[in-house]
């Protein structure tokens, strides 16, 4: 194995080490609102608080979201649950409100 292999392996090896937890006191999303075509056009949060998209993305970004991600695709910024192996959290999986 060469160096670069090697140093991949020992970084793989970091990653699933790493396990996300959730710090009490830190909101969540834990629901869903989507429209006819099946997009998420809002968040619900364990504090209850119910957001539209734009305001959730704006939230995730500031880093106010836990265990949610930003990324830029198709032209735009899109909402995503952080790519932590655990599909029961990924957004595409939370019950609808």
Not at 26 to 53: C, F, H, P, Q, S
Not at 59 to 88: C, M, N, Q
């Amino acid at each position: 194995m060469d160096h670069f292999e090697e140093a991949y392996e020992q970084y793989k090896h970091r990653e699933t080490e790493k396990q996300p937890t959730a710090h009490p006191g830190e909101e969540e999303i834990i629901a869903v609102r989507r429209n006819d075509d099946g997009n998420i056009i809002a968040v619900k949060t364990n504090r209850g608080r119910e957001l539209d998209y734009p305001s959730a993305l704006a939230e995730a970004k500031a880093g106010l979201l836990a265990h949610t991600d930003v990324f830029h695709k198709y032209g735009r910024d899109i909402l995503r649950s952080e790519p932590d192996g655990i599909k029961e959290n990924n957004l595409s999986e939370l019950p609808e409100f």
